[in-house]
């Protein structure tokens, strides 16, 4: 799909495409009584029985259409429902701008123009605008590149977003914001859908390298020799049971001063995860192919930042393995050096994100960062807790929660703030080696996952976890514009507001 801004005269925007459509919206002011309000007027007389009788009701997400209506030089008109106005928020036109699209698609349209001049004056904001944007490329996008037959796909829909203040800069930058972040967000779910087989340690860190040569991100790879080097014992003992060699992947943004602390993402890279030696059941383990979506989505996170380019400094690192049950797998029991010296028991091999991401940590520590923050599909624990609707996030630090929940806020994503204390760092001790990757209390199997990170994590340095096992993958159909199945890309819009409160 393509997609413009543009301010003039629909008569005069048309290009040669037959097949346009014209979206209006609908809503309603009162919520007792639910009278559907169509803000066109000239439309609203001719659609006045409809509004009557409430064929058309302004509920949310409703769309009625109208075949050959021919208004304002378009074939046909759709009209779209936002549902009571006092509940309306950016959130809304991102799902609203879902059942645009779907509609648009259906009816094999070529042009679509998208009214806000139709809205009342307090919703055209930018925050509106850029979530209409985002909603319509997020819903755009599909993974079919692997079918020898592709789908036949509607031929490519021009979408143009009519707003008379196109051309003032707020309203310019909205709509460059919401094209960034959703590019990036599909370009994340493109890593995660990936197959395993195609989506190999040294894939993810090749797409990375090539990702950032569009933007100014210096991009660089460590390869097993290296990482061997780097004393990077957890990454080395995860990737021993597989043939693919592993990558420690290091992407650099420098939007501010060099002497301004950076802000330092870490993504789990499991590009596929049987469990090593503890083997998981059969029972959907091909969906372990998402186990690198925490990578995936700081890879994007990244490039997004570099893109908008943010007055920040920005640190991404995905440390990539396999995690597979070969001759040379780490076995129950075996223990292994991290980084910083710390030893760790392996009594479950299945628990191999947490080892991974330890070297990670450390490394970003070193950094000297503003604050750490963290992204990894780490435990089936969290889907138990939380499902697929809210990521949970850890966190000590009281400053950088407020933060969390702001850029979250912002950003149209749920977060759920979850315990971290030191009796689930009592629960991680080990019996022959400093820390055992599994826990020995029951359950709190997320919390006590976030505990083995702490470990690697310097006093004084805020840090964040956040666990999306529950949301980066399968987010079902609750969100219009995330696939049911698939990877979702979930926090990257999230980080880059964070990456963005650190510009002052
Ligand atoms: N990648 C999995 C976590 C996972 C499982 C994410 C299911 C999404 C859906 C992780 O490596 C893992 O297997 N964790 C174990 C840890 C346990 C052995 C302590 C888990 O959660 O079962
Ligand atoms: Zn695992
Ligand atoms: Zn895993």
Redesign the pocket.
């Known amino acids: 799909m393509t997609i413009d801004l543009i301010s003039q005269d629909l008569e005069s925007a048309i290009s040669s495409k037959s097949n346009t459509v014209l979206v209006l919206f609908s809503s309603f002011t009162d919520d007792k009584d639910k009278t559907p309000v169509l803000h066109n007027k000239s439309v609203a007389k001719q659609l006045e029985t409809n509004l009557e009788e409430k064929s058309i009701s302004g509920k949310t997400g409703e769309t009625v259409l109208f075949r050959e209506f021919a208004h304002a030089s378009c074939r046909h008109l759709l009209v779209v429902g936002l549902g009571s106005l006092k509940e309306l928020t950016h959130e809304s036109f991102r799902q609203v701008a879902a059942s645009i699209y779907d509609s648009v698609k259906q009816l094999k349209a070529d042009e679509a123009f998208i009214d806000l001049e139709s809205l009342a004056a307090k919703q055209k904001s930018e925050a509106n605008l850029q979530a209409m944007v985002e909603g319509l490329i997020l819903t755009s996008y599909e993974f079919n590149e692997l079918k020898s037959k592709k789908d036949k796909k509607p031929s490519d829909v021009l979408f143009h977003i009519v707003l008379k203040e196109a051309k003032t800069a707020v309203y310019k930058a909205a709509f460059s914001e919401g094209l960034a972040l959703a590019d990036a967000v599909n370009f994340a779910r493109y890593l995660g859908d990936m197959p395993g087989n195609l989506m190999t340690p040294d894939i993810l860190a090749k797409k990375a390298v090539a990702g950032a040569k569009e933007v100014k991100v210096k991009a660089t790879v460590w390869d097993k020799a290296r990482i061997k080097k780097e004393r990077m014992g957890g990454l080395l003992g995860v990737s021993m049971g597989s043939d693919q060699e592993p990558r420690f992947i290091v992407l650099e943004y420098n939007g501010a001063a060099k002497s301004k602390k950076p802000v330092v993402f870490v993504g789990k890279g499991?590009t596929f995860?049987c469990?090593g030696i503890?083997i998981?059941p059969s029972a959907a383990m091909e969906?372990?192919k998402y186990?690198m979506c925490g990578g995936a989505n700081v890879i994007a996170t990244v490039l997004a930042v570099a893109k908008l380019n943010l007055k920040v400094n920005v640190i991404g690192l995905v440390p990539a393995t396999e995690n597979l049950a070969g001759p040379s797998a780490t076995k129950p029991g075996d223990i292994h050096t991290a980084r910083n010296g710390k030893t760790f028991e392996v009594n479950?091999t299945?628990?191999?994100?947490r080892l991974i991401l330890s070297d990670a940590l450390v490394y970003a520590c070193e950094q000297k960062p503003e604050i750490i923050i963290d992204a990894a599909?780490?435990?089936?624990?969290m889907?138990i807790a939380l499902g697929n609707t809210h990521t949970g996030y850890f966190t000590r630090n009281e400053k950088l929660k407020k933060t969390i929940e702001e850029a979250a806020k912002a950003s149209g994503e749920w977060v759920w703030n979850m315990p971290l204390t030191d009796f689930h760092v009592q629960d991680m001790k080990g019996t022959y080696a400093d820390l055992s990757n599994?826990?020995s209390g029951k359950g709190a199997?997320s919390a006590t996952?976030a505990a083995f990170l702490e470990q690697f994590v310097e006093e004084g340095i805020p840090w964040a976890h956040f666990d999306i096992?529950g949301t980066g993958w399968s987010v079902g159909n609750r969100l219009k514009y995330c696939p049911k199945k698939g990877a979702s890309g979930a926090m990257i819009r999230t980080f880059v507001e964070i990456a963005r409160s650190f510009e002052r």
Request: aromatic share 0%; no cysteine.
């Open positions: 499991l995860d469990g503890s998981k969906e372990m186990d479950n299945d628990a191999e994100g599909t780490l435990t089936g624990a889907v599994i826990s199997g996952a096992a």
